[in-house]
């Protein structure tokens, strides 16, 4: 049951990266400007909004590092998902895609585009942090694979969204850009929080996410909590995924 899976995952990577190359085929460094980018935006971040009296350099981007990375990720399942079904299915009826091998088409572009990010996250730690490697890296698979499928979930969400309330896809693309501040993407890491920021970190489901990813790099420390609501919070949207998808997937194309 599981070969067809990982025969598909298989071909997406490589269709993936094929795409990749694509766009960057009139650059000397290719697909390399990707991780570069994350790099460089990283970087910056935490020159500037680093306090060195909380946290040395290098602990602080490794947060800001493993922060953005995951942040990257959720950003780009929103803003790439809100025109799927009517830009796109004729893409899958051509490539005999179901609408949901569409969504799983698209989810493993955004995973190839994070493992170059991660690839760049891995030798940060090494070269920075290399006694944080420990057995909490065998967390990592099982996160990857909970945020593949709340990844999906949500994509899917957010296009039957749009479709039933267009006005939704300018609010997205804003609501985004505005989440990417009152997350601790860049903030947070030097220590507990208070006032505003206690409230964004308590209730903003993005935050939990961002934790327990740092969690499983060894960036900040374990702790169960965070990984209960970001389970439970994971449980929630694959089921409302789920129910959306079951209730809208043999008419939804018709509404596009």
Known sequence: M?????????????????????????SYLGIIWSPLSTLIFTVMLAVVFRQPHHISAGEFYLYVLAGYVVWNFI????????????????FAVHNNLTLIGLFYKLLIDRLFAMSMDLALLFFAILLLAPVSMGSHLFLILPLILMLSLVSISVAYIVNLS?????????????????????????????????GVRALLIDYNPAAYFLSVFRQAFGVISFNPADWFVAVGLSVALCAVGFNAYKRSNTFVRNLK
Do not use: C, K, N, Y
């Not at 950003?75 to 004729?90: E, G, L, N, Y």
């Open 2 to 26: 599981i070969r067809p899976f990982l025969s598909r995952l298989v071909r997406f990577l490589h269709i993936s990266l094929i795409e990749a190359r694509s766009e960057r085929q009139s």
């Open 75 to 90: 950003a780009s399942t929103i803003t790439s998902s809100t025109t799927v079904i009517q830009r796109r299915f004729d």
């Open 162 to 194: 749009v479709i039933l309330f267009p006005d939704l896809d300018a609010i997205f693309s804003v609501g985004v850009r505005f989440m990417f501040f009152v997350s601790p993407v860049f903030w947070g890491a030097e220590g507990d929080a208070t």
